[in-house]
């Protein structure tokens, strides 16, 4: 089965909410005192069930979902550790501005990806236009709640004026 432009661009998007779902656990895991009330572990729950059901619409459209997709998220969320930051061997302060700064590119990214399927789904009956609605909605929620946070890290790490500015 050839390779459609639709399945690339699905493809693509495993990968990059691949990468997001692995942020997301590693950053839950360091900076779960700091957000408190298990916050994010349900965020990063969250995007893992986005991906499963990128995964599942890519099923009912019959595009195949290539293991490199995940392995190349995977590993694009390892490289991510290796930005500069300031420190060498311990976790910087900056670290959770970047981060939340990343998932929250991402979840803007998963969205369009939901709105594209959305459009599509005008036009196709494979796809269920009630759950994208309820995607995009959902990432809209993740994208405000992932904003507080990442504006309470810039006010602490650089001041209020900043994370007005910001």
């Keep these: 089965m050839g390779r459609t432009l639709l399945g690339i661009y699905l493809n693509d998007h495993v990968a990059v909410v691949t990468a997001g779902v692995e942020l997301a656990r590693r950053f839950a895991r360091a900076e779960a005192e700091w957000a408190g ?18 995964v599942e619409m890519m099923r009912a459209l019959g595009e195949p979902s290539r293991p490199t ?36 590119l991402g ?21 269920d236009a009630d759950r ?19 504006a309470r890290a810039v006010a602490e790490l650089f001041g209020e004026e900043a994370a007005q500015d910001a």
């Design 37 to 54: 009330n298990g916050k994010l572990d349900r965020l990063a729950e969250e995007m893992a069930e986005d991906r499963d059901a990128l």
């Design 69 to 104: 997709g995940h392995w190349a998220g995977w590993l694009l969320e390892k490289a991510g550790r290796l930005k500069f930051n300031g420190r060498l061997l311990n976790r910087s302060p900056l670290s959770r501005v970047v981060e939340l700064e990343g998932l929250r």
């Design 107 to 127: 979840v803007e990214g998963k969205v369009a990806a939901w709105r594209t399927l959305r459009a599509r789904a005008a036009v196709d009956s494979r796809l």
């Design 132 to 150: 994208l609605d309820e995607l995009i909605a959902n990432g809209r929620s993740q994208a405000t709640r992932l904003e507080r946070l990442r």
